[in-house]
Every structure is written in C-alpha cells, then in structure tokens.
C-alpha cells in the first residue's frame, strides 16, 4: 500500500464547475496536510496547508481533512482552464518530511 | 523578498561524474530540504538541513549527500551518477519544524538533471 494515493486521473471538468480531488494517507502520525498545484515543467507552488479536522477556505479553494479517516481533499470552485495542472498532496511525517502522491492532473475545459 | 532559488536551471551530466545543486532560502527561512521529482511521479524526499547539520534523511543512498552554510543555503552532491538519477531536484525551504509548528515548505524552481 503506497503512503498517499492520490488518482492520477486525469480528471476533467468544464469551466465554471467545482473540481473535487481527494488523497488518502498511511501514516496516523501526520498532523499537517498541504496541497501543491505543479504546471507542466515547473516546481510545485503551495496552494493550501491544512492541520485540523473540518475544513478550510481560501477563496476558490477549500481544503477538507478527516484524520479519522486518514483522508483529506481539495475543492476548487469556480474551475478555470488557467485551474489545469497537476495537484499533488502531502502530509508531513515524521519531522518535517512531507511525503507525497502521485498527483491528480486536472483538466478544466473551456 | 527573494523567493527560493536554484542554481543552475538545467545540467547535463554523464554517467560516473558527479554533479553539485545549489539552493538559497526564502528571506527569514532556516532549513532546507531536497527532493528528487522523477518524471511523473510525485517528488520524493531526500534529505533535510537545519543549523548546518543533516536532521532527516530519506531513502535515498550515500552517493546523495549535503551541506548547508552558516548563511542557511545549501548544496546538494550526487556521486557516480547514474542514468536513474535524471530527474528534477527540488530545493524547499521552511522554518524548523522541531520550533514552529504551522510551517510551510516553498519550492525554488528546481534544477533539471539529465545524465547520458
């Protein structure tokens, strides 16, 4: 079983629509969730960091996580085609690690 | 306020030689950490320096080392490279997080290494 698994998709969603991506995790230690969007060819950009139960908005962006469920996600509403990259999520483990999936790529479709 | 940086943007190496990655924090940011992105995949941890000293590593072998300078930033060596280590190198950096609970980790632009 992989650490964080993420669905490659990709997923895709016309303009305007809300993007649901979702990212289970192993390790019960984790206390801090981020989520990063990555463009093709460029590093990843912090988009959302999440560290309690519930959910957390940030304009187009909400970040839900359930660590009962060892499981946390990324709303976007409001898609823009500018939204299509891939989204990568990661909780940090032991120490200041952060571990991550494989990625969701999005595609958002004028 | 000066983003994270990387140097040089890209590198072309050949199997057996050795190569050095250079990364500056964020402005106000003490530790570092580098990560390998194979092409792909999610990047993948390799190791972390705060006050000069390596404090985790990942599974990555000893032919990957470090350093990090009394001014925070750092430097990444890879020995005996190999054809497997084509990828793109992260350089992230943060406040410790054995002090500051809530930190964040921002990526530079990453250096793209291609071994022939």
């Known amino acids: 079983q992989k650490e964080v698994e993420q669905n490659s998709g990709p997923l895709s969603v016309p303009e305007g629509a809300i993007a649901s991506l979702n990212c289970t995790y192993s390790?019960?230690?984790?206390?801090?969730f981020f989520w990063y969007r990555q463009y093709s060819g460029k590093s990843p950009e912090l988009i959302m960091s999440?560290?309690?139960?519930g959910d957390k908005e940030d304009g187009r962006f909400t970040a839900q996580l359930n660590k009962a469920s060892q499981y946390v996600s990324l709303l976007i509403r409001d898609s823009q085609p500018s939204d299509s990259a891939t989204y990568l999520c990661?909780?940090?483990?032991?120490?200041?690690?952060?571990?991550f999936g494989g990625g969701t790529r999005l595609m958002v479709k004028p | 306020d000066a983003g994270v940086t990387q140097s040089p943007t890209h590198l072309i190496k050949t199997r057996g030689q050795q190569v050095t990655l250079r990364c500056s924090p964020k402005?106000?940011?003490?530790?570092v950490s580098w990560y390998q992105q194979a092409l792909g995949q999610g990047p993948q941890f390799i190791f972390q320096?705060?006050?000069?000293?390596?404090?985790q590593r990942g599974n990555f072998p000893d032919r990957f080392s470090g350093h990090q300078f009394p001014n925070y930033s750092s430097e990444l060596n890879v020995n005996a490279l190999l054809l497997g280590d084509s990828a793109l190198y992260l350089c992230?950096?943060?406040?410790?997080?054995?002090?500051?609970?809530?930190?964040?980790?921002?990526f530079g632009p990453g250096t793209r290494l291609t071994v022939l």
């Open positions: 320096y705060y006050e000069e000293e390596e404090r």
């Open positions: 402005s106000g940011h003490d530790t």
């Open positions: 990661a909780p940090r483990t032991a120490g200041n690690m952060l571990t």
């Open positions: 999440i560290y309690s139960n």
């Open positions: 992230a950096s943060s406040l410790f997080a054995g002090i500051h609970l809530y930190n964040e980790q921002f």
């Open positions: 390790d019960r230690v984790s206390q801090s």
